[in-house]
């Protein structure tokens, strides 16, 4: 073998050839050190330095698992990777070169490299056995030749045998002979006759030198036993003999059997086999019967090892004698080797966004059998949406057949079979694990479509109203939902004022305290974003009701609250049981049950006289009127609501049994019966001008009537409207929730001017009120009755009310 010395002093050449199609050629010594440079590939192909590493150039040695060569990516050398064996890759074929496959991705391209392995002389010759023992008849005559197994040198050309030296002797030389193969061998040719007697047996040192630099030799001694005369040498049946054998044949398995004869007889006939030139490959799988010339198998048998073998034979007599033949033995293959896969390049994890026929990975299938025993067909499942698509030679391209979706299937084992063509057909697996990148895909998605949230009125602030959930299949960031409400106005108002959500959580709280009575429903509109990039997002609205709670009391609208001027109810004395008398108008600003009033009278002049509508505020008369009746009566009424708990208010009602106007002064004593003398006067003083203008207002009464001829107005006769200004400031539901029933009409003659003595007639326009024949009279005509006129005209009616207020 070389030392580091002799490889830093030999002097090699590399030879770069680039072929049409794109395959290189280089040529290098064996056994050079790690890192030595044998050319630059990225020059050879006009790449650039930083495409090799982009597109990931590798180099795989054709059929064998070990790296012996590598690229340098940073400089583009190719360069070897281990130590370089040419006997232990090509044996004694004279010419050893090596396959090599340069991969590119992005796009996949394949080049093929072929390395020249070159030999140095790092093998010396060896014979096969130390010692050779040759025996020679004494009567042999001079020129005679003795065949000499030929020593074996596992280099190849000048690095093999060139020559054989033998020492100095007085009998023999040698004789070197070249083969049609160029392999050397040679003749032990006596050069002056033995004698037995002088000399039994001689001794000679046969040395074989190779052509190599520096040389190398190997030695073996040849004994030569001097006997009586043998003169036939043993000759085989053929001189090639040609065998096929079956790889992986068991042990013992019989090959070939090789026979030869002597035409001696007796010790000098009998023939003994032995192999003269064989291998150490050769010798480990083969065996000879030196009896009968059977060759059979002695170890195992892999045509992928060595696919034929060559064997030399000799057949040799009992005095030495000799003859030698070929054998040859060919492989024949067996499908014993199943597919190899091997992933070259994978990308992992794939984006989901990946189109359809994108390429996420490299596949090489390798089957080291011969012919139809090594094509392979290359396939993966039908279930998932990937394919393997033939490249170049034996690569695979593994693509994307359609779109990615990490929400449905996040991960992927994808198992590639690989099938040769052999009978029987072997086959192989591997699986490949593929995970699916996300990406921001998917926006947040509701549970629902809508929302509805209920509070009560007087919630607090910072109550929650309802909860928002939307989800987001997307992964990590992507499928974070952050919740937000969009800007808007309720009432002129932002809605922030009004509700804010939890980002986090999406639960929503009431920012202020609600009033049923100024808002019943409001909408939010909420927004849940994800945090992907860019991010998506998606709207729900949210509905947000306001429930009444029972927060206002009953507002009495007639009669007017105490405090304003003060109104009087005349009752007919000729009212019967269950006329409408008057009425009580109230509203509730609250909704619903707690808008719903009913009326009760809890204090009356007259307890069993009068009774009031339980839900329409209706005073009604329980019985007929009767003498004994007390002319004023008072009622206390209380209005209630239906909340829980009830609110009420409450008014007091005035009514003047009467049917002659001429009683009315007398219904001061009904508010004011602390100040009876001041009342007196007043009476008095009415009195006194009543009786003065009486007369006066009569006759202007007839004239008027007399020259108009048509029914005046009355004076302040109209039906009872309740003023705008009456009503609360967010009154609702008047009609709806039977807090202000208009089932009546009512006429209302209204005196003016002293603030103490107002007085109020109400008459309906329902005829059910009182029966036909008893109803409040209504015309100027029937106040000039009740006055005692004697013509009945209008005007006389309108002038007794006028001058009764005075």
């Given at each position: 073998m070389f030392g580091s010395g002799v490889l830093r002093g030999c002097v090699f050449f590399f030879i770069v050839v680039l072929y049409a199609h794109g395959d290189l050629s280089y040529s290098v010594m064996e056994e050079l050190k790690r890192g030595?440079?044998?050319g630059n590939i990225a020059k050879d192909l006009g790449l650039e330095l930083g495409r090799l590493s982009s597109r990931k150039a590798r180099v795989d040695v054709e059929g064998n698992d070990r790296q012996y060569c590598e690229i340098n990516l940073q400089s583009g050398d190719f360069v070897v990777a281990e130590r370089i064996d040419r006997e232990e890759h090509c044996g004694e074929k004279p010419s050893c070169v090596l396959k090599f496959d340069l991969l590119l991705e992005k796009p996949l391209e394949l080049h093929?490299?072929?390395?020249?392995?070159?030999?140095?002389?790092?093998?010396?010759?060896?014979?096969?056995?130390?010692?050779?023992?040759?025996?020679?008849?004494?009567?042999?005559?001079?020129g005679a030749r003795y065949r000499i197994n030929a020593a074996h040198d596992a280099d190849v050309g000048t690095n093999s045998v060139e020559t054989y030296i033998l020492e100095e002797n007085p009998h023999f030389v040698f004789s070197i002979q070249t083969t049609s193969a160029g392999t050397k061998y040679g003749d032990l040719v006596l050069d002056k006759e033995l004698d037995r007697e002088e000399k039994q047996d001689i001794k000679l040192l046969l040395t074989a030198v190779d052509g190599g630099s520096p040389r190398r030799s190997g030695t073996v001694v040849i004994h030569v036993i001097v006997l009586d005369a043998n003169d036939n040498a043993p000759v085989f049946s053929a001189a090639v003999y040609t065998a096929t054998l079956a790889e992986n044949s068991p042990i013992n398995t019989p090959v070939i059997t090789v026979s030869a004869s002597d035409a001696d007889e007796g010790v000098n006939g009998d023939v003994i086999y032995e192999f003269s030139r064989i291998s150490e490959k050769s010798q480990k799988r083969f065996s000879l019967n030196e009896k009968t010339g059977e060759i059979s198998v002695r170890g195992g048998i892999d045509y992928e090892e060595g696919n034929s073998y060559e064997l030399f034979v000799e057949a040799k007599d009992g005095y030495g004698l000799s003859s030698e033949a070929k054998v040859t033995i060919d492989i024949t293959d067996m499908n014993d080797n199943a597919p190899v896969i091997n992933v070259k390049s994978l990308t992992n994890p794939v984006p989901e966004n990946a189109s359809p026929g994108t390429e996420v990975g490299v596949v090489n299938v390798q089957d080291r059998d011969s012919e139809n025993n090594r094509?392979?067909?290359?396939?993966?499942?039908?279930?998932?949406?990937?394919?393997?698509?033939?490249?170049?030679?034996?690569?695979?391209?593994?693509?994307?057949?359609?779109?990615?979706?990490?929400?449905?299937?996040?991960?992927?084992?994808?198992?590639i079979t690989a099938t040769d063509e052999g009978s029987p057909p072997l086959s192989s697996f591997k699986s490949v694990q593929l995970s699916v990148a996300d990406i921001n895909d998917n926006p947040p998605v509701f549970e629902e479509q809508s929302y509805s949230a209920y509070v009560s009125e007087n919630n607090k602030p910072g109550s929650t109203l309802c909860s928002v959930t939307a989800r987001d299949p997307d992964w990590r960031q992507n499928g974070?939902?952050?919740?937000?409400?969009?800007?808007?106005?309720?009432?002129?108002?932002?809605?922030?004022?009004?509700?804010?959500?939890?980002?986090?959580?999406?639960?929503?709280h009431a920012v202020r305290s609600f009033d049923h009575e100024q808002l019943r429903s409001f909408k939010v509109h909420v927004t849940a974003r994800d945090n992907g990039s860019p991010p998506l997002s998606s709207n729900v609205t949210v509905s947000v009701f306001i429930s009444d709670v029972n927060d206002n009391c009953p507002q009495i609208l007639y009669p007017a609250p105490e405090g304003s001027s003060f109104m009087t109810e005349l009752v007919p004395k000729a009212a019967n049981g269950g006329s409408v008398v008057s009425k009580v108008i109230a509203v509730d600003a609250d909704s619903g049950?707690?808008?719903?009033?009913?009326?009760?009278?809890?204090?009356?002049?007259?307890?069993?006289?009068?009774?009031?509508?339980?839900h329409n505020g209706e005073i009604r008369t329980q019985r007929d009127i009767s003498e004994s009746d007390s002319m004023k009566q008072n009622l206390i009424v209380s209005v209630k609501d239906n909340g829980q708990p009830s609110l009420s208010a409450t008014c007091s009602m005035y009514l003047l049994i009467s049917d002659n106007l001429a009683e009315v002064p007398e219904l001061k004593d009904i508010s004011y019966d602390e100040n009876d003398s001041k009342l007196t006067s007043y009476l008095i003083i009415a009195l006194v001008c009543v009786s003065t203008f009486f007369l006066t207002f009569i006759i202007i009464i007839l004239g008027v009537r007399f020259c108009h001829r048509?029914?005046?107005?009355?004076?302040?006769?109209?039906?009872?409207?309740?003023?705008?200004?009456?009503?609360?400031?967010?009154?609702?539901?008047?009609?709806?929730?039977?807090?202000?029933?208009?089932?009546?009409?009512?006429?209302?003659?209204l005196t003016t001017g002293s603030r103490t003595s107002d007085f109020k007639f109400v008459t309906s326009y329902n005829d059910n009120t009182l029966p036909a024949d008893q109803t409040l009279r209504k015309s100027p005509t029937d106040f000039a009755d009740v006055f005692g006129g004697g013509d009945g005209s209008p005007e006389v009616g309108t002038s007794a009310i006028f001058n009764l207020t005075l």
């Open positions: 030595s440079v044998i093929r490299l072929s390395l020249q392995v070159q030999d140095v002389n790092d093998n010396a010759p060896i014979f096969q056995k130390d010692v050779l023992k040759l025996e020679i008849q004494e009567s042999a005559l001079k094509q392979v067909r290359c396939s993966i499942q039908q279930n998932v949406p990937f394919k393997l698509v033939p490249s170049i030679k034996n690569y695979y391209s593994l693509v994307t057949t359609g779109q990615l979706d990490r929400e449905v299937v996040s991960d992927y084992n994808i198992t974070t939902v952050i919740y937000s409400v969009l800007a808007g106005e309720v009432n002129g108002a932002p809605v922030s004022s009004y509700v804010s959500v939890n980002g986090d959580t999406g639960v929503i049950q707690n808008a719903w009033l009913s009326y009760h009278i809890v204090k009356s002049t007259d307890p069993g006289l009068f009774t009031i509508g339980l048509r029914k005046p107005r009355l004076l302040f006769d109209g039906a009872v409207a309740i003023p705008g200004a009456y009503l609360p400031p967010n009154y609702a539901d008047v009609d709806g929730t039977g807090t202000l029933r208009s089932a009546y009409n009512y006429d209302a003659y």
